[in-house]
Structure formats: C-alpha cells, structure tokens
C-alpha cells in the first residue's frame, strides 16, 4: 500500500462522535410502522377490502331475511344465522388481501432494492424482520377483529328483523369470530414467510394464493385417514371444515378444534422463523 | 478507515471479486476506479455485509461491518439511488431510516435541507428524477453523521451544478477527517475528486496510489507535429531515440522525445514546422492503457 499522499491529511476534528448507540427495538417497530403506514396502497388494499367483506355481510343477510319466510321448519333448523356474515368466498378474500399485504412488507423491499438501504442502516437483518413481524401481525390482527366483529354486527342487525340472530355470548360464536379474526394475521406472515422464501412480487402472490386458498379449497376429506390427515396441516381447510362451524361435526376424517388451533399457530410460527431465518442468510 | 483484505466473491464459476486488498484512508477521497463489470459495486456491498464474501474480510473502523450495532452511526452509504420504494415520500422514507438508528426527527430536515430536496420532501419519491434520487440517497447517506462514506456512482444523472456540489461536498466530507470511498466507472470525474485511488479490473487490484502517482504511470508524454516536410524529419527523431507514428501527411506523433528537443531537430536542420503541441499524459489514458486488458464487456473497436 502507497502511504504517501498527494495531500497532506489537513487537521482532524471529528465533529462526529463515534459512539455505537444501541438500536433499540421499539425503534424498529416504529420506524416498520411508519413504513407501513406511509404507502398509499396500504391503506388502499385495507379500505377497500374491509368495505367488499362489510357489504358481502350485508347483501347476504339481506338475502337470507328476504327468503326465510318461505323456508319450512327443516330449513330453519338447519340454518345457521352465523354464516351470511362471514361466508366462504369473504374468507378468500380476507386471506389473499392479508397474506398480499404481509407479502408486499418484505417482497416490496427486495423489489425496490430498499431492503440494501435498510440493513445498512441495521446491519442486525433478524431484527428488522422481527420488527415487521411484529408491526404485520398487530396491524393485521386490528384489521382482522374488525372484520370479524362489524361484519357480525352488520348480519345480526339485519338477520334480528326475523328473531334469528344470535349474541356474542350464543355458543360457538366466540370461537367462530376469533377464527375469522385470526385468518388476516395468520395468512399475512405466511405472505411474508413465501414472500422471503420467492422475493419476486407476482410469484409471492401465485404462491399465496396457491397454496393458502385453491389448494385447500381442492381437497376433501375422504376414506384414506392418511390424506385427510395431511388435508389438516392446510389452515384454511381447518378454518372451512372446523373453525367456521358454530357446532363441528365430530368425526375422525374431520380436523377438531384443538387439531386447527394447532394447525393456525405452526403456521405463524414457521412462516415467521422462515422469514428471520432466509432473510439472515442469503445475500441481498 | 475501511481496510479490504484478500476479498474474494465467487457466483458459481464467475469470479465477480478475485484476491482483493485495499486501505481506505480517513481524511481522504479515495477513488474507487474500474470498467463495468469490474466488482466495485459486489466490493462494496461486502464491506457492508450486504453479500458475504467468499473468502477474504473487509472490517470498517477496524470491525466487521455487521458487528457494530447501529449502521447509519458508522456507515452513510448511497449504492443505487433506486433504493428506495417509489411509493414513500421523500421525508417518510428519511423519517423510516432515522428512527431505526434512534436519530432524532429533525436530522430529517437537516439532510433533506443540506441536499436541497426541502421543497420536494412530501412528494413521492417515484415521481423523482434519478438527480433527485441521487440527493435523496446522499441525503440518507449523511443522516447519522458516520465517519465513513461510500457512494456508488453518486453523480449518474446529476446536472452540472449538481456534479460541482457534490464533488465540492466530498472534498468537505474528507476535510473533517472522514473516510470516504466513491466509485466510478469515469476517470475523468476522479480527476476532480479525488486524492487516491484503487483501480481494479475484472475483480482483481491494479493499482492503489496517489492521482499523481497514477497518472505518472500510465500514459506516456508525446509530442504532434506538423510540417509539410514531415518525411525529412523522421530519420533524425528515430536517430536521437524516439518512436515516431505517421498520422497522415505532414502530420507526426512522436513519444520518447520532448517538444523543445523536436523543435531544436527542425530547426537545426531547416525544416519547417507547421505545429509543435505537447501532451501531458492524462488520467483517462493511463486508465484506458492499464485496464485495456481487463474490461469485461467490450464493443468491438472500430476499424
């Protein structure tokens, strides 16, 4: 190495310090919030999506009041009053915009190129990802309680005209509406675990949808316990057959209650672990 | 000081960074010269931790990028003014980076103001043109007021005014003793900027010395000549030891003899000259001569 110089090094006064300050995590959460909350398209995404389920909710309710006077006692039995507010097709919906957006949290920073910006502001990349996982799963678990609730308030208002409705204090609704508010925070960090794993924005949201929703949808349970033992390990196939239902059928080839808490909470766990564990490794 | 030692990056079997040393000094520019293709920007992102190399260490301030706690304390670092999410604003984006490091909000101001970005801070950062991305990166670069500084590229699609800005603030950056390293694929910027350099070809050192130094020995001093009687002069500028190439009628270039000594030749043998120019070896030949044999991607050269 050539020591000498064309200048000589003038006078150093380091007017910066050279402290090494601790970063702190809240730091972090906050810095993800801001983040979150500074995209348009956030709250685009959100907005919108709480308002379709909110409708959802109510156009069938309103369907299910108009018809029930022609339904015969069979019918009514057999009628469940919880399920115009929160259907099928709502849960699709409020699964792929969650695990999207959760998705888009990590995806959006490798695609952009931010993420490089980002860990050379923290070098300490485990950090920022529990950070978001953090931010992803409070946001996602508010938006998720208010899907869940309104919509209920939405259908009960509507279905009480008939003196079907039902209260929160009715069997199995607790339950029900937890499982309907769990699926945006379960589905959006397992957007973000797909996410670390593909880092290709419209890759990630095949493999969302994919896996999350169709595949799911596509199974049934059926005489070989080992393939419906499998079918298990899919949330949103427990959230359908188990979860859903304010009375589950008991029935071996069919997920139990504990089997599909179990199931909901491996998945965040692993999809989170994932993300920390891919995003450490591999070069950005 | 930034010190890079027997850095290596392998993807597969292309060699992106090959064996290479070298000290970033404080208090100094240093240029950081080389092709495209040549590894300045793979060398930079495993200083920063970014890329793990394969084999080698980089250690900033004597420690591994990655071992200190807080980057922006450490390291301001601008390596592709796309870095950013088009859809954040200026300020948000700046507002994000400074609460990771626990800077206080009006750093944001400060930079946003030193760059000349206040006016445009709420608007979104895809509507920015690539000058004003490159200040919104040297913005966020400077936010923790690190001792160390690495800029990529930093003046791609700055105006004019803009180019003398930053040049002029590296200078000052280095002034207050910092280490700044800035890349570059254009000799002719480092020849305003900087005070050293470490020049590498295809991922491998080839030189590390002063501008001075560097330019003394690259491009060798030759002299243009005209004259109508060119022909006549040629067998006494070879008989006195230099190497003289015809460029077309009455016009010579001749190396290994100063101006005076060919004028002294003519004269005393009564030919005419029509010119006599000196040229000083330039930066941007001795780059040229140095990494002729190891640009990567080359077009064909015109015959």
């Not at chain 1, 490089?116 to 931010?135: C, S």
Request: hydrophobic share 50%; charged share 20%; glycine share 10%.
């Amino acid at each position: 190495m050539s020591t000498a110089v064309g200048r000589s090094a003038p006078p150093v006064t380091r007017r910066y310090s050279a402290a090494d300050p601790r970063v702190r995590f809240r730091d972090l959460v906050a810095a993800e919030w801001i983040k979150l909350r500074s995209l348009r398209s956030t709250w685009w995404v959100l907005g919108l999506g709480v308002l379709l389920l909110l409708l959802a909710a109510a156009q069938k309710s309103i369907g299910d009041y108009d018809v029930w006077p022609t339904f015969r006692a069979r019918e009514r039995a057999d009628f469940d009053p919880m399920s115009p507010a929160f259907s099928q097709m709502s849960a699709v919906l409020l699964v792929v915009g969650s695990g999207v957006v959760g998705a888009l949290t990590l995806v959006g920073e490798y695609a952009t190129g931010l993420v490089r910006t980002t860990f050379t502001a923290v070098p300490a990349r485990h950090r920022v990802v529990l950070a978001k996982i953090a931010v992803v799963t409070a946001v996602m678990l508010a938006v998720g309680a208010f899907v869940a609730l309104s919509t209920f308030a939405v259908s009960q208002a509507i279905l009480s005209g008939r003196g079907i409705a039902l209260s929160l204090d009715d069997p199995g609704v607790p339950r029900v509406l937890a499982a309907n508010a769990l699926l945006a925070p379960l589905a959006a960090l397992a957007g973000m675990g797909i996410g670390a794993l593909l880092r290709h924005t419209a890759g990630t949201v095949v493999a969302v949808i994919g896996l999350l929703v169709i595949l799911p949808m596509m199974v049934k349970p059926n005489v070989h316990q080992w393939a419906n033992d499998l079918y298990m390990c899919l949330p949103f196939y427990d959230w359908a057959l188990c979860l859903s239902q304010r009375h589950p059928r008991v029935n071996p080839a069919l997920p139990t209650v504990t089997v599909s808490w179990l199931v909901f909470a491996a998945w965040a766990v692993a999809s989170a672990a994932v993300a920390v564990a891919v995003v450490r490794r591999r070069d950005v | 000081m930034i010190e890079v030692n027997g850095l290596t990056k392998r993807y597969g079997d292309v060699v992106a960074v090959n064996d290479l040393s070298f000290t970033v000094p404080d208090g100094l520019v240093t240029g950081f010269l080389g092709p495209n293709g040549a590894g300045k920007s793979t060398t930079m992102r495993m200083i920063l931790g970014l890329n793990r190399p394969t084999s080698g260490t980089a250690t900033v301030d004597g420690r591994p990028f990655t071992g200190w706690r807080s980057g922006l304390h450490h390291v301001g670092a601008l390596l592709d003014a796309g870095d950013v999410h088009p859809g954040r604003g200026a300020r948000a984006h700046l507002s994000a980076l400074a609460r990771t490091n626990g800077l206080p909000s009006r750093r944001v101001g400060e930079v946003l103001e030193e760059v000349g970005l206040t006016g445009a801070a709420r608007r979104r950062v895809g509507g920015f043109s690539l000058g004003m991305r490159q200040r919104l990166g040297i913005a966020a670069a400077l936010l923790g007021d690190p001792p160390v500084l690495l800029f990529d590229e930093p003046v791609n699609g700055l105006d004019p005014e803009g180019v003398r800005w930053v040049r002029g603030l590296f200078r000052s950056l280095a002034a207050e003793g910092r280490t700044v390293l800035v890349s570059s694929h254009l000799m002719s910027e480092m020849e305003h900027t900087a005070d050293r350099l470490v020049v590498v070809g295809r991922g491998e050192l080839i030189a590390e010395e002063t501008v001075a130094e560097f330019a003394a020995r690259g491009g060798r001093a030759r002299v243009t000549v005209r004259a109508p009687e060119a022909v006549r002069l040629v067998p006494f500028l070879t008989a006195a030891g230099a190497a003289v190439d015809a460029d077309g009628p009455g016009s010579l270039t001749v190396t290994g003899l100063p101006a005076a000594e060919v004028g002294e030749l003519a004269f005393r043998n009564h030919i005419v000259l029509h010119e006599l120019t000196a040229h000083r070896a330039s930066l941007e030949e001795a780059f040229m001569e140095l990494t002729a044999d190891r640009t990567q991607y080359r077009a064909e050269a015109a015959r």
